[in-house]
């Protein structure tokens, strides 16, 4: 019974006020797509998404969490689909939406100005020092348009990931909230992940050819690297990652475990990204060490359950072979293209980039390498402070015990860690993986303070109550 409710929990639309803003929005995007109005969309999706997102922080805090996921997760699917209907447009205004949304929690950063370093705010002051001063050379170097882009790419997951620490009072219902959208994320990506890998549908084969997207594959059924509803298996496969560790340890999953666990997975594997495939392995070995030796059982078997299901879909045609080709690079990374133009790169970039004292700015060209990027657009002086941040955030969370009991502030940990290490191979620092680095970052430490506080309540507590 109690499963049935939590399945039914997303669609009591509930409070109505704020449903109503969410549907209208989706309601007058849905229409634009289908009647070819793109042009129109390019404008009224990222303001109509900056509306409601400002009307759900200051009022329902809770559902803003989620419409600013959801954003991460499908405005790329918004885009193929609108571009498919009328034209293509690069670069898209569409995909400014989860940015604009985002950067909302810059009110979080404003209110707890005077209080940020009591609040434990001292190690986004030297990622957030970083990016202004990262934003100021680039203003010299570069122009305002890409500066302006490269600060939301830098910015926005700092704001978040501080607006999360800033509510840690709200931890258990933050934690229970991030759980559910990442249920149903996974449940969507991965069923779309699937479809796409088995129809290669039109508007996503479309933005292929359009956007020239090497990796993605070749643009015909059963020849896509899946990158479902993001614009790139790189992200997705960050998402879908995390968004597997949490599955292991979200107890409230019910009758959607069996479909969640099937093509999040699958879609996972056809993403074809070694890179997050090793990075979920090392997530997971790093969860289940954290934790007590009766939770460490529980995962174990919760893994176990999880290969016997997804065994028979990964040997089945026409999956196996697609699978098969890839898994056979991991012992023949000296013939594979991917690893020769990565080290092309370094070999390229790598003395530019250990000689950028000062750095050139945000906005400069992305490269794979987030350690290159960095240095290329902050230098050392900028690299040392925002690295800084983000090591001085990882330490906190090794420290102490009282999270150990807390599956979900384990699994936080383990996927910040594991998104950070993929840092030499990709940058993932900024966009939706850097949404997941600096919000997961944030969650783990904001469980931190949660538990704190309540083992400081309890201690006054039985002070008080003594004779």
Known sequence: ??????????????????????????????????????????????????????????????????????????????????????????PSPILLAPFLVTFITVITLWRNLPKIYQQGGFPYILS???????????????????????????????????HLLMNWQNYLTYRKTLQRIFLWGVLVMGTYGVVQFLIAPQWDVYWLIKAEFASGGKPEPLGLNVWSTMASNQPFGIVMASGLLLLLVNPNKGTLSLPVTGVGYLSFLLARKRTTWASYLFGLLLLTGSLKANLQMRIIITLILTVISIIPLVTLQPFSDFLAARFSTLSELQEDNSAEARQETYSKLIDDALNSYLG???????????????????????????????????????QGSETRNDQFASAARAIAVSTFIQLPLTRSYVEVQGMILWSFLSLGVAAKKYYNFQKSTNIKTLNSAQP
């Not at 634009?32 to 329902?60: Q, T």
């Not at 957030?128 to 203003?139: K, M, R, W």
């Not at 882009?149 to 501080?162: Q, S, Y």
């Not at 700015?361 to 800084?388: C, E, N, V």
Request: hydrophobic content about 55%; charged content about 10%.
């Open 1 to 90: 019974m109690n499963d049935k409710k939590s399945f039914l929990k997303p669609f009591s639309l509930q409070p109505a006020l704020a449903w109503t803003a969410i549907l209208g929005f989706t309601l007058v995007s849905t229409l634009c797509i289908l009647a070819g109005l793109g042009k129109i969309l390019n404008l009224l999706f990222p303001a109509g998404a900056l509306g409601v997102g400002v009307f759900l922080y200051f009022r329902y805090p809770l559902l803003y969490l989620g419409f600013t996921w959801w954003l991460w997760f499908l405005t790329p699917l918004i885009r193929r689909l609108s571009d498919y209907r009328s034209s293509y447009t690069e």
């Open 128 to 162: 957030l020092l970083a990016v202004f001063y990262g934003f100021l050379i680039g203003l010299i170097n570069r122009s305002i348009l890409k500066v302006g882009i490269g600060l939301l790419d830098w910015l926005c997951p700092i704001l978040f990931g501080f």
């Open 360 to 398: 050139g700015g945000i906005g400069g060209l992305a490269h794979d390498s987030g350690i290159l990027s960095t240095l290329l657009d902050l230098g050392w002086f900028g690299t040392l402070f925002y690295l800084g941040g983000i090591l001085i955030l990882i330490f906190s969370l090794f």
